[in-house]
T-cell receptor, first 114, second 117 residues
């Protein structure tokens, strides 16, 4: 069975400072991992994904995430926060075994302080 | 590319009526589509997996007779909430699975907000 734990339900950072959104996963097989962003009343947008290639994954809008198997983590980072980054972020896991089912974390709301 | 649309974006209906939500992949063919439900301030919960030309696979606890899914073509899946009740009010999101360069990614629609009075 697969599961995802997002360690912070709410993160606040000042504009221009680094962003860290934490995610730990559990998977029986070799997982694919994703980060999605959801702006208010909008659908989900894929930020980046890890699929057993390079462990450091670069995504859109300056975000990146590092897959650490030993720590079962896939934390999302950005060097400098922008006001437009304020949104809900979901860490998602999918097991690579012919199983396309996505399991979502509970989400982290990111607030940017001007 | 990889755009998924949903229609309607929001709907208000009376208790006891049925509501149909459409999910379309606009620029790619999707043999598999997924339907999710999201309650306020909560995560997405997978309701069912929809495969073109076959019956949908429902997650445990989801009533298949209440949430009818039809995947009529490679670009269209519909979710019908039958005899809707206020507890069915929620944000319904679909996704379509696209294979590109041997990798599969789900692309999400903008969601449909349902309010049952």
């Amino acid at each position: 069975a697969q599961s995802v734990t997002q360690l912070d339900s709410h993160v606040s950072v000042s504009e221009g400072t680094p962003v860290l959104l934490r995610c730990n996963y559990s998977s029986s097989y070799s997982p694919s991992l994703f980060w999605y962003v959801q702006h208010p009343n909008k659908g989900l947008q894929l930020l980046l994904k890890y699929t057993s290639a390079a462990t450091l994954v670069k995504g859109i809008n300056g975000f990146e995430a590092e897959f650490k198997k030993s720590e079962t983590s896939f934390h999302l980072t950005k060097p400098s926060a922008h006001m437009s980054d304020a949104a809900e972020y979901f860490c998602v896991v999918s097991e690579n075994f012919g199983n396309e089912k996505l399991t979502f974390g509970t989400g982290t709301r990111l607030t940017i302080i001007p | 590319g990889a755009v998924v649309s949903q229609h309607p974006s929001w709907v208000i209906c009376k208790s006891g009526t049925s509501v149909k939500i459409e999910c379309r992949s606009l620029d790619f063919q999707a043999t598999t589509m997924f339907w999710y439900r999201q309650f306020p301030k909560q995560s997405l919960m997978l309701m069912a997996t929809s495969n073109e030309g076959s019956k949908a696979t429902y997650e445990q606890g989801v009533e298949k007779d209440k949430f009818l899914i039809n995947h009529a073509s490679l670009t269209l899946s519909t979710l019908t909430v039958t005899s809707a009740h206020p507890e069915d009010s929620s944000f319904y999101i679909c996704s379509a699975s696209r294979v590109f360069q041997y990798q599969e990614t789900q692309y999400f629609g903008p969601g449909t907000r349902l309010l049952v009075l």
